[in-house]
């Protein structure tokens, strides 16, 4: 029995990696925080699979919660441990930084920098007593190159960037791999609203992607093939910065 835990794994990127997961064998534990009827539709998709699918609610960036979550998994899979992890879940709160709210400022760093350390930190052991782990951590073009309007989100997705890199040498002689994926536009519910005609002209391969697009990258960072990959940020953004 192998388990793979999907931060965020409800709805857009995070849907797409679950069901790659479980096409590659893996049980997946879907991770939300709201919307339960879109976690349950991400489960029904992977158990199509014939793996185990299970929702599992808490919010990342309350480590109390988080701890919690993962300690009750643990207690009811005695013998059992997660070995792939996906930080995945993020949101934006996007203004300017001259207008941006204290609330807008913590809540996108907490969920995503925060929620790195929150989910990452106990399940780290396991994977190093076993000498086998796969984490992938979903940043974004934001967190490499920085865009205007999104401080504080190029901010949290910077940190991820550096922790990648700083954990994956804690951990390479333990055969646990740390890797990044930097989406540049990808089609969900994150981009709604953006006029995808309009930008699109700046993208060289004139589209944004699909959310299954990045879920075969991370399919491929996490399988056996991808063993000497590790500390890794891994642009996916069809041209538009490299
Ligand atoms: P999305 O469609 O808005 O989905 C966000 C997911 O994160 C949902 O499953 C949501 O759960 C979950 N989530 C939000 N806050 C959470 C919290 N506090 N605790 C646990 N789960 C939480 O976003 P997406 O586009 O798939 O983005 C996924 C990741 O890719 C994010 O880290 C994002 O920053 C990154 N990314 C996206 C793009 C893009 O163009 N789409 C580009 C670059 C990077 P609920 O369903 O319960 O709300």
Redesign the pocket.
């Given at each position: 029995m192998k388990y793979a835990l999907v931060?965020?794994?409800?709805?857009?990127?995070?849907r797409a990696v679950s069901i790659k997961l479980a096409s590659m064998g893996y049980n997946v534990i879907i991770?939300?925080?709201?919307?339960e009827a879109?976690?349950l539709k991400t489960k029904e998709l992977v158990e199509s699979y014939g793996v185990e699918g299970e929702i599992l609610k808490?919010?990342?960036?309350k480590r109390e919660e988080t701890l919690k979550a993962i300690e009750n998994w643990q207690e009811n899979h005695q013998g059992e441990y997660i070995e792939v992890l996906i930080n995945?879940?993020?949101?934006?709160k996007d203004n300017l930084l001259v207008w941006m709210e204290p609330e807008d400022w913590s809540s996108v760093v907490n969920?995503?920098l925060d929620?790195f350390y929150n989910v990452t930190r106990p399940l780290l052991q396991p994977m190093l007593i076993k000498k086998f782990g796969r984490i992938v951590n979903?940043?974004?073009?934001?967190g490499l190159k920085g865009i205007a309007g999104q401080v504080n989100?190029s901010a949290s997705?910077a940190g991820v960037i550096g922790a990648t890199k700083a954990l994956a040498q804690e951990v390479a002689r333990k055969k646990v791999t740390v890797n990044a994926v930097?989406?540049?536009?990808?089609k969900?519910?994150?981009?709604d609203g953006l006029n995808e005609a309009e930008l699109k002209k700046q993208i060289p391969a004139n589209r944004f992607g699909e959310?299954e697009e990045v879920a075969n990258l991370v399919g491929f960072l996490v399988s056996k093939e991808s063993s000497y990959i590790t500390g890794e940020v891994i642009n996916i953004n069809g041209g538009l910065y490299s």
């Open positions: 931060t965020g794994g409800s709805r857009g990127i995070g991770n939300y925080v709201s919307n879109e976690a808490f919010d990342v960036s995945n879940a993020g949101i934006r969920i995503s929620g979903m940043v974004s073009l934001s989100y997705k930097a989406p540049g536009f990808i969900t519910d994150m981009v959310a």
